[in-house]
């Protein structure tokens, strides 16, 4: 048996659970499962769920993983776990996500329905790029960055470790040599107008993007 899991059987887990199966429907020997060390149901949308301790202990001719994780940082840390445990990851693509030229894809990526990943761009580990999210021309995302829905990177931006950018934010088009940067573990909100830098750490919100002023 070729065992696949899917770590996370949450809402995104639950989304990305079809996308492998589908992407593994021509391997007869392949048994897709969720991975989820909460308390949990047996069987999730039809599928065993287990602790990653019972998933290590599944007979398996192989084994891998997509971390289907929201969070980053928390991506990061059971990204370690596994690949101290000896488990593989697998990227998994939606089959009407879009690739074109010269693009550079890490490991453990997700791509949803309808992303697309454009010509000549650098995608770090564990990325997601969720449904109808776009990441154009000469672009540079690090690792462990999350897309929330139909989020809009135009060229010439660097997102650096762990940003999370919200759902149907905007990323103004850089220029070749002085992107538009995103700096690391920085948070863009949902619908926000980036038009500058976002410094590290900081959440930005409203168009244009300016950083949140807590109460």
Same mark, same amino acid.
């Given at each position: ?31 897709? !499962? ?24 599944? %007979? ?79 672009? !540079? ?56 830098? !976002?410094? %590290? ?9 300016? %950083?949140?002023?807590?109460?």
């Amino acid at each position: 048996m070729n065992l696949y899991g899917v770590y996370g059987a949450s809402g995104f887990g639950r989304e990305v659970m079809p996308l492998l199966q589908a992407q593994v429907a021509n391997d007869p020997e392949a048994e897709c !499962v969720f991975v989820d060390d909460s308390d949990t149901e047996d069987l999730v949308n039809g599928h065993k769920c287990m602790t990653f301790e019972q998933f290590l202990k599944q %007979p398996a001719k192989t084994r891998a993983v997509t971390i289907a994780i929201g969070n980053g940082r928390i991506r990061e840390v059971l990204a370690e776990k596994c690949k101290a445990a000896g488990v593989n990851f697998i990227g998994v693509l939606a089959g009407n996500c879009m690739l074109l030229h010269e693009q550079r894809i890490s490991e453990g990526v997700i791509l949803c329905g309808f992303a697309t990943i454009t010509s000549n761009t650098k995608i770090g580990r564990h990325f997601h790029g969720n449904i109808y999210s776009y990441v154009a021309h000469d672009c !540079v995302i690090g690792d462990f960055v999350t897309f929330a829905p139909r989020v809009m990177c135009n060229g010439n931006v660097c997102i650096e470790d762990h940003a999370y950018i919200g759902t149907g934010a905007i990323l103004r088009q850089g220029n070749p040599g002085k992107p538009l940067t995103i700096g690391a573990g920085a948070i863009v909100g949902m619908g926000a107008v980036v038009t500058r830098d !976002v410094p %590290p750490g900081v959440t930005v919100v409203g168009n244009p993007a300016k %950083p949140l002023i807590k109460d």
